[in-house]
């Protein structure tokens, strides 16, 4: 049975901060990775989606990578802004299904 | 130009209610689905549709009921609703089988159950 985690749960961070959020799955025949964010009180906005062929993909200042082999992918948020405080969740593509992390709230403060 | 729509945005009802809950998506997409977000935040697939026929069913009670009339829409019907079933429920549309595909989410419905 696929399980997602996410480490860490929360992260307070000051404004132009890089920094990294994590990933981990425990079966690696995945179809897809994909990142998404959610505001408070709102719907999920897709960030990026990795193919389980890829090693990573780049939008702005995110980057995700993904190693299938040892169950991780990472999101690098570069230069964070106030603007990117919300909850970040990566999501694995199983079959005909996301399976879903527990989410990393992420809070950066000016 | 809204992609995954869904109505209600919110819906207050009491134990033991019938209510519905629409989703309608506009991106030519052949597949649907209905996720669960419980209070501590945790989303968990419930089903999923494709071009009408019913592909995955999450080990949902069956007082859940979804419908799809097409394959642009996708209703979620729930009989006699309890306590634990408050919580908020995207609906989720892609193309068939998500190896290759985004799924692209609803705003969410906020069910509260009294």
């Known amino acids: 049975k696929q399980e997602v985690t996410q480490i860490p749960a929360a992260l307070s961070v000051p404004e132009g901060e890089n920094l990294v959020l994590n990933c981990s799955f425990t079966d690696s025949a995945i179809y897809n990775l994909q990142w998404f964010r959610q505001d408070p009180g709102k719907g999920l906005t897709s960030l990026l989606l990795?193919?389980?062929?890829?090693r990573e993909q780049t939008s702005g200042r995110l980057n995700a990578s993904l190693d299938k082999s040892s169950g991780r992918s990472t999101l690098y948020i570069a230069a964070s802004q106030p603007g990117d405080s919300a909850t970040y969740l990566c999501a694995v593509g199983n079959t005909d299904k996301l399976i879903f992390g527990t989410g990393t709230r992420l809070q950066v403060f000016p | 130009d809204t992609a995954v729509s869904q109505t209600p945005k919110y819906l207050v009802t009491q134990m033991g209610n019938d209510k519905s809950i629409k989703c309608e998506q506009n991106l030519g997409h052949d597949t649907m689905y209905w996720y669960k977000q419980d209070s501590k935040k945790f989303l968990k697939i419930m089903f999923s549709?494709?071009?009408?026929?019913?592909?995955i069913n999450e080990t949902v009670p069956n007082r859940f009921s979804p419908k799809s009339p097409d394959k642009a829409h996708l209703n979620l019907h729930i009989n006699s609703l309890e306590l634990g079933d408050s919580a908020v429920y995207f609906c989720?549309?892609?193309?068939?089988?998500?190896?290759?595909?985004?799924?692209?989410f609803g705003p969410g419905t906020r069910l509260t159950v009294t």
């Open positions: 549709y494709n071009n009408k026929e019913l592909i």
């Open positions: 990795i193919q389980s062929s890829q």
């Open positions: 989720a549309s892609s193309h068939y089988r998500a190896k290759d595909y985004e799924q692209y």
